[in-house]
């Protein structure tokens, strides 16, 4: 993605421009095939409240788009208004209180890098040009949520322009419904957030990454290893298995085993990675890494080389499971054996979630992530490759607890991603604030 220049301003079909002003919002390159009648770029909060009101006037229904890096293209529909958050890209940082206030279309790569100075932490999103938008209205999987919890776990407070124009504040204490409807609905929210209240960590002394890598005719091995050790991982660490139809070194399909780690020394940090060190299958490997020191920017601007390219057309579904190893090892080896050529891949995240999360509409997630990204470049093969991420998480569905929503594929495969009664509330309360469905909701619920 690019970062927006110039003030925003308003399109409607049928201008010069136009087209190309409604692809730029994506990251993913494939063009959805439907448009907006209206892409508004807002500069302010007026500019918002002012969107709104012509949605309004002309009963038309509004998605928004912060960073665009929904996979799914979930913001971008047929008719209604399109509302781009990315100019409200602001960041203030009180480093006495440890509060920041952010934009909905800050970076959160530029976020981290205004931190470090301070000396203080925040769990940004793995791919540095994600922004804070919808990233923690999905929950906010980021660098050190496995010990600090998931992003909006460190939300204290939002400042939104509601259906009626009204410029309110939600946290704990005031507006708390609200509040909790912001963490974990996603693209389901019914609110235009125009700034966060952010609560900041201190920032680690020590970030490092460690790597193994195997051919892929271990993968049965390495995954029944990951599968015994998984809750013994320190919180420290987000154990990352990725299969790759090109992996880092040997250039061939093959399985990167992945160590982040966020530490308060070096003899923590290498402590924490020993059970890569001392692994039973360390000798199957082409080889290990030493534990390098490396800062979280440069592990996003990392992530985004290898494995999330610009301009690249995508496919993504995920599945949470604690299903046994022996009923997932069928679907892995089936999508290391189909899998479209690199970057895509697939990412096994060991999770054991923490059991004290606050009361927040998001409520699903398992001790397993497995999520499939597909890539390709060439139009042309949109009919080969546009359905494999969909076929090989419904071929693996018996095994699912459900979905999360930062590599949700609802348009296509539509599955459970929050408790039943958390759903349930959050449609009282989305009737509560939206009566009249101004704001898009999932795509798989196009009545709301």
């Known amino acids: 993605m690019k970062r927006p220049s110039g003030r925003g301003r308003v399109w409607r079909r049928g201008d010069d421009g136009f087209d190309k002003a409604v692809l730029a919002t994506s990251f993913n390159a494939r063009d959805p095939g439907v448009r907006p009648e209206l892409l508004v770029e807002a500069n302010d909060a007026g500019d918002v409240q002012g969107a709104l009101q012509l949605a309004r006037e002309n009963l038309w229904q509004v998605s928004i788009v ?147 890598v195997f051919r892929q005719r271990h993968l049965e091995q390495v995954f029944r290893w990951a599968d015994d050790i998984g809750s013994a991982v320190p919180q420290s660490i987000e154990l990352q298995i990725l299969i790759t139809p090109k992996a880092l070194g040997i250039f061939q399909p093959g399985i990167e085993v992945i160590v982040p780690v966020l530490a308060d020394s070096w003899a923590e940090a290498r402590e924490a990675v020993r059970f890569i060190s001392d692994s039973p299958i360390r000798k199957l490997a082409s080889f290990t890494t030493p534990l390098v020191p490396m800062n979280t920017s440069l592990m996003s601007r990392a992530a985004n080389i290898t494995h999330f390219p610009p301009d690249v057309r995508w496919c993504t579904d995920n599945i949470w499971t604690d299903a046994p190893i022996d009923d997932l090892l069928p679907g892995l080896r089936a999508i290391a054996a189909t899998m479209p050529p690199a970057p895509s891949h697939s990412l096994w995240l060991n999770w054991h979630p923490s059991q004290q999360r606050p009361d927040m509409a998001f409520s699903l997630e398992a001790n397993r992530y497995l999520a499939v990204y597909g890539e390709w470049t060439r139009g042309e093969d949109d009919d080969r490759y546009a359905n494999w991420a969909t076929e090989r998480m419904a071929a693996m569905q018996a095994h699912a607890l459900g979905i999360q929503l930062a590599d949700e594929n609802l348009g296509k495969r539509p599955a459970l991603f929050m408790k039943d009664e958390n759903l349930a509330r959050l449609d009282t309360v989305r009737d509560k604030y939206d009566p009249q469905a101004l704001f898009r909701s999932w795509m798989a619920r196009p009545d709301r």
């Open 66 to 212: 912060s960073g665009g890096h929904s996979w799914a293209q979930n913001h971008i529909r047929d008719g209604g208004l399109l509302l781009s958050m990315a100019r409200f890209n602001q960041i203030t940082i009180d480093p006495v209180t440890r509060i920041a206030l952010v934009g909905p279309g800050c970076w959160g790569l530029d976020l981290d890098n205004a931190l470090r100075k301070h000396g203080l932490f925040f769990p940004i999103a793995h791919a540095p040009d994600v922004a804070m938008g919808g990233f923690l209205l999905q929950g906010g999987f980021g660098w050190g949520s496995r010990e600090l919890g998931l992003a909006t776990e460190s939300l204290i407070g939002i400042d939104l322009v509601l259906a009626d124009g009204r410029q309110v504040h939600a946290s704990a204490t005031e507006n708390a419904d609200l509040f909790w409807a912001a963490r974990g609905s996603g693209p389901g929210f019914f609110a235009v957030v125009v700034r966060y209240h952010l609560k900041l960590h201190p920032r680690k002394k020590v970030t490092a990454l460690k790597m193994q």
